[in-house]
């Protein structure tokens, strides 16, 4: 499976990535991708 999106979703994607693979079965293959985005060290 595969969860990603650019600029505010790549953000997303991120944050979620975890809670996404945890509803999958532990045998499925799960890649998260921000394509794009600009995210400061705060």
Avoid: N, Q, Y
């Amino acid at each position: 499976a595969l969860l990603s999106g650019c600029s505010a979703g790549g953000l997303s994607a991120i944050l979620h990535c975890d809670d996404f693979a945890s509803l999958l079965p532990e045998t499925t293959t799960v890649k998260c991708l921000s394509d794009g985005g600009f995210f400061l060290d705060a």
